[in-house]
């Protein structure tokens, strides 16, 4: 199946990897499945193909992935949080061995 720069650009749209896209859609449901995700994204893409900030399916992902990444202040907070929660564990620990409710081995004494 051929497809036009533009269809390609439609599916760019849409899909991650429109190659890819296509080769699984015409061996699992066909060419008229193609055109018809075509069809189907056509009317917006043209519509958002024309604002000055238009990005692809692939260049919208990734602009999400790098708003998802955690920034330093974040790391840096929760490598504290669990440095916090593990301390706060092992003092617990250690005020039950202390008061000889926990063995070394860390079985709870009734």
Sequence with gaps: MELSV???????????????WVANALATVGEAAVM?????????YVSEKSKPDYKNRVQRDAE???KM?????????????KLIREKM??????ELIKESK????GKIVK
């Design 6 to 20: 533009q269809e390609m650009a439609i599916l760019a749209h849409v899909v991650p990897d429109p190659d890819a």
């Design 36 to 44: 018809a995700k075509i069809d189907r994204w056509r009317p917006v």
């Design 64 to 66: 999400e992935a790098e």
């Design 69 to 81: 990444k955690p920034t330093p202040e974040q790391i840096a907070t929760n490598a504290a949080e």
């Design 89 to 94: 564990r092992e003092q617990a620990i250690a």
């Design 102 to 105: 926990l063995t070394a081995d």
